[in-house]
C-alpha cells in the first residue's frame, strides 16, 4: 500500500512539474503569436479582434527592415566565417591528441560561458585602438568570436562518430587525403555542419551584448531596434515582427530537424 | 584518425586559423580589457594602479549590484533546476516519438529570439497581463501584483527563458543510466521517492553540475532579460558595465567592473567544477 501511494505521489509530483515546464516553456511564444494578429491598437491578451494589420504595418517600416537587412548581412558573414574557421579547427582538434588540442577546444569553447557583454566592450576598446570604425565588419568579428563555440560542438561531436575504418577503406583504395574528405569525412558530418550552422545563425541574428559595442547609428541591428522599441514605446508593430521571427524560426527548425536531425546535436 | 594508415602529425595546424583569429579579436581585446582596468585616470593617462578596483570594492551599492546579480542568477538557476529535472525525466520516460515532441518543445525556445521570449513576458507579467487578470479575478488579491520591474520577475523570466540549457544534458545522463538500477532498488523495497534521491539524482550528478553551468552563467550575464523585466530601478552587472562604458564613458571603470564580474563568474563556475570533480571520484572511485 505505501509503495503504490509513494509511486503514485512521485509520478504525480513529477508529472505535474513537467507539465507547468512545457506549458511555460511553450507558452509565452503562443502568447506573442497571437497576440501578433492582434486588430486592436493596444497590445492586450487576448485580443478583443484579430486582423493582419500590423503585418500589414511592416511593409511600410522602414526602420526596422533596414535593422533586417544588416542582422541578416552580419548573420551571413559571420557564419560562414565560423563554417569555415570551426570545422578546419575540430578536424585538427579531433585528429589530434594532447593538452594543446584540449587546450585550443577550452579556448575556443570558453566564449559560451563567458560574459558576452564583457568582451563585447573589450572588443570595442580594440576596435577603437586599431581605428576601426563600428561597422557591418567589426559587428561581424564580434558575432563570430561568440558564434563559432557552436560550429565547433555539433562539428566535433559528429566527428566523435564517424568511424575511422571508412577512412582508412577510401585511403587504402588509393583516395587522395583531400579526396576522402570530400567524398567520406564531409558527407558524414555535414548534419553536424548544417546544425552549428544553424545555432550560430539564431545566436548571431539574435544577439544584443557584442553588437550594443560593435554598432553604430548606420548599422542597427534587428534585436537591439526590437528591443528600443519595446523598451521606450510598445509599438504594436514590435508583436507582428516578432511574430514573422517566430514563424520563420519554427519553420526554418523543422526544415533543419527533416535535413540534419538538428535537435541531437542540442543535447 | 587517418593515423592507422599515414600518421600526419600536423593535422592540428588546421585549428591555426581560428586559434590565430581568437588571439587577434578574443585574447588580445581581453588582455587590453584587464590592462585598461589599470588605469588610474579616467582620460588613460598611462599612470597604472589598483585606484578602480579600489573605486568599486569600497562603494556598498557596486558590491550590492554584484551580490544582486550573483543571487538572481542562482535563484533562477534553481527554479530551472526543480521545474527541468522533472520535464528531462520525464522525456526519459516517453515513447521515443513523444520524447522527440518534448525534446523538439525544449529546444524551440533557445533558437527562438531571447528579445521576442521576454517581450511575451511583458504581456504576461504586466499590470494588466494575464497573470494580473487572473488573480484579480479570482480575488487572489484585490490589486494587482508588481511582477514587471521586480526582481521576482527577473528571476521567473531567466529560468524561463534558459531552462533549457538545464534540461538538455539532464536528458543525456538520465538517459545514460542504466534501467536496470531503478529496478533493483525497487525491487529491494525502496519506494518511488527513496529510488529516486538515493539511485537516480546522485547519478545524474554530471548533468545537474554541466546544466547548472550553463543556466548560470547565461542567466547573470542575461542584459536583454535583466534591463527589459528589471526595468531601470533594478541595476545588474551588465547594465552597470553599458552604462560606464557607453553613457558616462569611463573606460577604467567598465573595463575594471567587467574584470570583477568575469572573475566572479569563473571562480562559481570552478567551484561547481570542483564539486563535480569530488562528486565522481566519490561515486566511482
Known amino acids: 500500500m505505501l509503495r503504490d501511494w509513494q509511486t503514485l505521489s512521485f509520478n504525480a509530483v513529477f508529472g505535474l512539474l513537467s507539465l507547468i515546464s512545457v506549458i511555460v516553456l511553450a507558452g509565452p511564444t503562443l502568447v506573442i503569436l497571437i497576440l501578433s494578429f492582434t486588430g486592436e491598437e493596444a497590445l492586450h491578451f487576448p485580443p478583443a479582434s484579430y486582423s493582419l494589420r500590423w ?125 576522402t574528405f570530400r567524398t567520406v569525412t564531409l558527407p558524414l558530418i555535414s548534419p553536424g555542419v548544417a546544425s552549428g550552422a544553424f545555432i550560430a545563425f539564431m545566436a548571431s541574428f539574435d544577439n544584443v551584448p557584442v553588437s550594443l559595442f560593435l554598432q553604430d547609428a548606420r548599422t542597427q541591428v534587428l534585436p537591439i531596434y526590437l528591443w528600443d522599441i519595446i523598451q521606450n514605446q510598445l509599438d504594436s508593430r514590435a508583436a507582428s515582427a516578432c511574430g514573422v521571427i517566430i514563424i520563420a524560426t519554427v519553420l526554418m527548425m523543422v526544415l533543419m530537424e527533416r535535413v540534419a536531425g538538428f535537435s541531437r546535436f542540442m543535447k | 584518425m587517418a593515423g592507422a594508415l599515414d600518421p600526419k602529425p600536423r593535422d ?31 582620460q588613460m593617462t598611462g599612470t597604472l594602479g589598483l585606484g578602480q578596483y579600489a573605486a568599486f570594492l569600497s562603494d556598498g ?31 526519459t520516460k516517453v515513447s521515443a516519438r513523444w520524447q522527440a515532441v518534448l525534446i523538439f518543445l525544449v529546444v524551440l525556445p533557445i533558437v527562438t529570439s531571447v528579445v521576442v521570449r521576454t517581450f511575451a513576458w511583458i504581456v504576461i507579467l504586466g499590470r494588466h497581463g494575464i497573470v494580473n487578470e487572473t488573480i484579480l479575478a479570482l480575488g487572489l488579491s484585490a490589486q494587482p501584483l508588481k511582477l514587471l520591474f521586480s526582481e521576482t520577475g527577473v528571476v521567473i523570466v531567466l529560468a524561463q527563458v534558459q531552462m533549457p540549457l538545464m534540461v538538455l544534458p539532464l536528458i543525456t545522463t538520465l538517459q545514460r543510466i542504466d534501467p536496470n538500477l531503478e529496478s533493483a532498488s525497487r525491487a529491494l523495497g525502496a519506494g518511488a521517492w527513496r529510488t529516486f534521491f538515493k539511485v537516480t539524482l546522485p547519478l545524474s550528478l554530471p548533468g545537474i553540475i554541466a546544466g547548472t553551468i550553463l543556466t548560470y552563467t547565461a542567466c547573470v550575464t542575461a542584459f536583454v532579460t535583466q534591463s527589459l523585466i528589471g526595468g531601470s530601478r533594478l ?42 570533480r569530488s562528486r565522481a571520484a566519490r561515486l566511482y572511485g
Not at chain 2, 590565430?20 to 589599470?38: D, E, K, N, Q, T
Not at chain 2, 558590491?63 to 535563484?75: C, E, I, N, P, S
Request: glycine fraction near 4%; include cysteine.
Open chain 2, 61 to 91: 551599492l557596486n558590491l550590492a549590484v554584484l551580490r544582486d546579480t550573483l543571487l538572481v542568477g542562482a535563484k533562477a538557476t534553481l527554479l530551472c533546476l526543480l521545474f527541468g529535472y522533472p520535464l528531462a525525466w520525464l522525456c
Open chain 1, 55 to 179: 503585418y500589414a504595418a511592416l511593409i511600410d517600416a522602414n526602420e526596422l527592415q533596414a535593422a533586417l537587412w544588416v542582422s541578416l548581412k552580419v548573420a551571413v558573414i559571420s557564419v560562414s566565417a565560423c563554417v569555415v574557421l570551426g570545422v578546419a579547427a575540430a578536424l585538427g582538434i579531433a585528429r589530434s591528441e594532447g593538452t594543446v588540442a584540449r587546450g585550443l577546444e577550452t579556448l575556443f569553447l570558453s566564449p559560451l560561458i563567458l560574459p558576452a557583454l564583457a568582451f563585447g566592450f573589450a572588443a570595442l576598446m580594440l576596435f577603437s585602438i586599431l581605428g576601426m570604425r563600428p561597422s557591418t565588419l567589426t559587428l561581424a568579428i564580434g558575432h563570430i568570436v561568440v558564434c563559432v563555440p557552436f560550429v565547433l560542438r555539433t562539428t566535433l561531436a559528429s566527428l566523435a562518430q564517424l568511424d575511422p575504418a571508412l577512412l582508412d577503406a577510401s585511403r587504402s583504395l588509393g583516395a587522395s587525403r583531400l579526396h
Open chain 2, 235 to 276: 541595476l545588474f552587472m551588465p547594465m552597470m558595465i553599458f552604462q560606464q562604458a557607453m553613457d558616462l564613458q569611463n573606460w577604467p571603470f567598465a573595463a575594471a567592473v567587467s574584470v570583477i564580474f568575469m572573475v566572479s563568474v569563473l571562480l562559481i563556475v570552478a567551484m561547481l567544477v570542483a564539486l563535480s
Open chain 2, 12 to 42: 592540428w595546424a588546421l585549428a591555426l586559423p581560428l586559434a590565430a583569429f581568437f588571439a587577434l579579436f578574443f585574447i588580445a581585446p581581453l588582455g587590453l580589457l584587464v590592462a585598461i582596468s589599470f588605469e588610474t585616470e579616467r
